[in-house]
């Protein structure tokens, strides 16, 4: 038996496989050790794993859907890329099993987009000229 990927489709644009090309981003490999959950609830305020006031899983869970932008790792769990994506356009199918949706499902909001962009202006995220769209993508993790 071979390997096998999962499938991805998301809006939004690639990063390729250095994050330090991207504005803010760059803070995510320098300064939270590639955690990109830390790098957003910094973003939001919220304080780190150990210190005082922090909320449970939960409620991070919950204030982070507020974040405009979610980073999917791609390609190879050894030798990642990363793809920024407007969060809850991510579909998958896991290791080749095969799954249905309602193409009606890929859709967005204008309102999501200009928030996804504002997002990519304020952190120093050059957006490419055709701006945020749908991808195809694999995960060998």
Not at 9 to 16: E, P, S
Not at 67 to 86: E, K, N, T, W
Not at 94 to 100: K, Y
Not at 115 to 127: L, N, P, Q, S, Y
């Amino acid at each position: 038996m071979g390997q096998s990927t999962d499938g991805i489709i998301a809006f939004g644009f690639d990063l390729g496989e250095d994050l330090s090309e991207h504005g803010d981003l760059d803070q995510i490999d320098e300064e939270f050790e590639g955690d990109e959950d830390a790098f957003f609830e910094a973003a939001l305020g919220i304080p780190a794993y150990g210190e005082p006031g922090r909320p449970s899983y939960a409620e991070i869970e919950e204030l982070k859907k507020a974040l405009p932008v979610q980073i999917i790792r791609h390609c190879s769990g050894d030798y990642p890329m990363y793809f920024l994506a407007l969060p809850g356009t991510k579909k998958e199918a896991s290791r080749g099993t095969p799954e249905a949706f309602d193409v009606t499902e890929l859709s967005v909001s204008t309102t999501a987009v200009t928030a996804f962009m504002k997002w990519c202006e304020d952190h120093g995220i050059e957006v490419p000229e055709e701006g945020p769209r749908w991808h195809l993508f694999s995960y060998w993790g």
